[in-house]
């Protein structure tokens, strides 16, 4: 029997596979797509029952034969399945390929069934979900052992434990909680991968018991009926009917290697190197979707429209290519290969950076060609995204109070860390040299990078590492000296209320707060009494190194904090080399002292820190409070919000808990990492120079913001000015609303029913929050409009002098 033959192999029916054999169909190629599952884009088909699939990025037009719009797993696939009978690809399900060898116009292709295939071309889009992760321990093998969940309604009545920290599995665990008992298992100590609204659900179905967790835990056996763990603490077993891994996945690098395709590094994350038409190193040999680089199905498709016209030798540009064109017009330069190169080339940082993926950052990045000596961003600005320097230099104003003392940064270095970091306020000014290109990244696009390229990650945390030991504890230490300390130094992560050290410890490390903050607390009369709050930028624990005694107080995370831990005789080196660093350290070791014992002296003020920590107000940046020895109830504040912002007020003056005569009503905190950005589909949350989060027009009114606040002072609002007006001002101007309509507690108008008894339609609300009244000249209104003076607005470094203003009142 002879071989079939085809002009172009399309392997894997995914997003990009399904394009590209549409693509083929579309222009008539002899194609076949082989596809090992029974269905179309199995990774999709996967996905839990409703799951709704987002078309991001927004800003990229889809170029493909079948369509994608965001929307449910059982739309996306309802469409693409009448798709592909209406293209009339050539596909085959069931056909797993064992193996791909050959070259441009000779490929044979293996499959399982013995059979072959011939084709001149071979398209890879096979992504990465084929090669999940899997359970590695006696019994998982065993058929109550699954890795994927459809539908989390069909399981009712089960012991079910759920294997994993990221998203899936949280995903998997809550759903299947409502009608099973359920627990989940994570390797480490926290869900430090998963997205902030499913942090949440998590969080609060473990406060309620409502799933068991097993932190610092592994699979060590499976047996029927059982699981054994292995902890910190030893063995545990856990009862289970059913366990659902869900680990991830990475590329099938055996098999992918076995087509002659190379990959750049052996790390485990590394992906295989294609050329901008998505060529690997065998010619006639291309990648496409997320094993070529960014896992967006989007993009992917584009790509599969692509490739194929690649394969005829049409000069096809990328989707993203007139974006990247218009960035780079201020470079003068037409060319965008040729930038993206000169990035990749300049910027050690982005070196190991797959080609799709570097474009996909800079998509989302800004190019300066700022002037000699303009400012890139002030000391104190609350911008915090990160810069990269193509060509030329920058300064950095190192002393607030000498602007001649410059530290010069140049090619191929970066700035701007700590934006990514610590989400506090810029820690210098930053001036630009003389033919200087910088690349400015935002934060979320960063944080997504680090997430996903882990040498990116280790090259950023190493040097930022240092620069933080220089800024915060050592400024004139030499370089080298400096170099050898963060070689040995340790990022540790702290979760809320764990201990850092206690009281009578010895002295084993210093700590720099890189983010989050911490309490420092000591034991007195039977009880603990906080002594100080320290947020990020400040460090703690030198006392004891310093005197070569035991720890003199307890140090516990206020909120999720992360250090850099410095070794105690790596310390006493970096002192030892600084002689002006010992004597500060000195200095500062008996002001900490008598510090303290003012704090003893008055453990009410510890009280009110410790109160205002359990509202929050340890991770904010800026936080409204009312003193309400001073409030004489009159609601101005809630008015005057009201009136600077159309009528809806953003502040709840009666709600929230008070302690003393500190009250916490419900207003934004302007968190550091504020948890409502961490899900924004439109990317509609952003933070201003000054500090404020602030929603946009772009909200799409999805909620997930309201749902991942904590705090609960994000609340779902019609957008349509209800503010009250006369019958002459609503009747002729259209100002306000309808006299005679009724207006809720929030200033809103309540919904009407239409004629005949029908309900009201509903109006389409969007996420409403405190600004700060950031375009208001004077600053927050709610502020400006006390009589009293008793609301203020604080930061948390003013814990300390609020608490021992409250007490002598």
Request: hydrophobic residues 40%; charged residues 20%; neutral net charge.
């Amino acid at each position: 029997m002879a071989e079939e033959a085809y002009g172009i192999a399309i392997i894997g029916a995914g997003p990009a596979g399904l394009s590209a054999a549409g693509r083929a169909a579309a222009r008539g190629v002899s194609h076949v797509l082989l596809e090992r599952a029974d269905h179309a884009s199995d990774t999709i088909y996967k996905y839990q029952k409703g799951k709704f699939v987002m078309a991001t990025p927004d800003i990229l037009p889809l170029r493909s034969d079948m369509s994608f719009a965001a929307g449910s797993r059982e739309q996306i696939l309802g469409a693409w399945d009448s798709e592909i009978a209406a293209t009339r690809m050539n596909i085959r399900y069931n056909a797993e390929v064992t193996g791909v060898s050959g070259s441009r116009g000779n490929f044979q292709i293996k499959l399982a069934d013995g059979s072959s295939i011939r084709a001149e071309c071979v398209v890879l889009s096979i992504g990465l979900q084929g090669n999940i992760n899997k359970v590695n321990c006696p019994g998982a093998d065993l058929p109550m052992v699954q890795y994927q969940l459809d539908d989390p309604d069909a399981y009712e009545g089960e012991r079910i434990v759920v294997i994993g920290a990221g998203d899936s599995a949280i995903e998997n665990a809550v759903a299947l909680a409502k009608q099973n008992t359920v627990a989940i298992v994570n390797r480490r100590g926290e869900f430090a991968r998963a997205k902030q609204g499913n942090l949440n659900a998590i969080t609060a179905a473990i406060e309620n018991n409502t799933i068991q967790a097993h932190f610092n835990s592994s699979p060590a056996k499976i047996e029927p009926g059982q699981m054994t763990l292995k902890t910190a603490e030893g063995t545990a077993i856990v009862a289970c009917d059913r366990i659902i891994a869900r680990l991830g996945a990475t590329a099938p690098r055996k098999f992918i290697e076995s087509c002659g395709v190379s990959f750049p590094s052996a790390d485990p994350g590394a992906l295989p190197e294609v050329s901008p038409q998505y060529e690997s190193n065998v010619p006639g040999l291309y990648i496409i979707g997320a094993l070529a680089g960014y896992p967006l199905i989007k993009q992917a498709m584009n790509q599969g429209y692509e490739v194929v016209e690649f394969i005829l030798g049409h000069a096809v540009k990328p989707a993203d290519e007139p974006l990247l064109a218009e960035k780079f017009k201020v470079l003068g330069q037409a060319d965008v290969d040729a930038v993206l190169a000169t990035i990749r080339a300049n910027v050690p940082l982005f070196a190991e950076l797959n080609p799709l993926v570097l474009r996909e950052l800079i998509l989302d990045s800004n190019i300066h060609v700022p002037k000699a000596n303009d400012v890139v961003f002030r000391r104190n600005d609350y911008s915090n995204s990160f810069y990269t320097i193509v060509s030329g230099n920058v300064y950095i104003q190192v002393d607030p109070t000498d602007p001649s003392k410059l530290v010069s940064l140049g090619q191929g270095e970066f700035f701007g860390e700590m934006g990514l970091i610590s989400g506090r306020r810029r820690s210098a000014t930053v001036l630009a040299g003389s033919q200087c290109v910088l690349v400015e990244t935002s934060r979320r696009s960063m944080l997504k990078l680090l997430n996903s390229a882990a040498p990116v990650r280790r090259v950023l945390d190493r040097k930022a590492a240092e620069r933080q030991i220089q800024r915060n504890l050592a400024p004139n230490a030499p370089r080298n000296i400096l170099e050898a300390v963060a070689d040995v130094a340790e990022f540790k992560t702290f979760a809320p209320n764990q201990t850092l050290f206690e009281e009578g410890d010895k002295g084993d490390a210093l700590h720099i707060i890189r983010t989050g903050s911490v309490l420092v607390q000591r034991r007195i009369g039977g009880r603990d009494v906080v002594l100080s709050y320290l947020a990020a930028g400040n460090y703690v624990g030198e006392m004891a190194l310093l005197a070569d005694l035991p720890r003199s107080a307890t140090v516990r995370a206020a909120v999720a904090t992360e250090t850099i831990s410095i070794p105690a005789d790596a310390f006493r080196r970096l002192v030892d080399s600084a002689p002006a660093l010992k004597a500060e350290l000195e200095r500062s070791f008996r002001d900490r002292i008598m510090a303290n014992e003012r704090a003893e002296s008055r453990p009410d003020a510890g009280n009110i820190i410790q109160f205002l920590i359990e509202q929050g107000v340890g991770e904010a940046t800026d936080v409204l409070l009312i003193d309400e020895s001073l409030c004489v109830r009159c609601d101005n504040c809630e008015k005057a919000c009201a009136d600077t912002h159309q009528g809806v007020s953003r502040l709840d003056r009666e709600a929230g808990p008070t302690y003393a005569s500190i009250h916490v009503p419900t207003s934004c905190r302007h968190c550091e990492h504020p948890h409502c950005m961490a899900d924004c589909p439109p990317d509609a949350i952003h933070r201003a120079r000054n500090g404020e989060v602030y929603i946009t027009d772009a909200c799409i009114g999805c909620g997930n913001c309201e749902r991942n606040c904590p705090y609960g002072v994000i609340r779902m609002a019609a957008p349509t000015p209800p503010k009250r007006s006369g019958l002459l001002s609503w009747l002729f101007l259209g100002l306000g609303v309808e006299p005679g309509v009724e207006i809720d507690h929030h200033h809103e108008p309540v919904p009407q029913a239409k004629p005949g008894g029908a309900p009201p339609e509903p109006k389409r609300k969007k996420a409403v929050k405190c600004d700060m009244c950031k375009d208001q000249h004077g600053g927050p209104a709610c502020v400006r409009a006390c009589p009293t003076g008793a609301a203020i607005r604080v930061s948390p470094e003013q814990f300390l002098s609020l608490a021992s203003l409250t007490r002598e009142r």
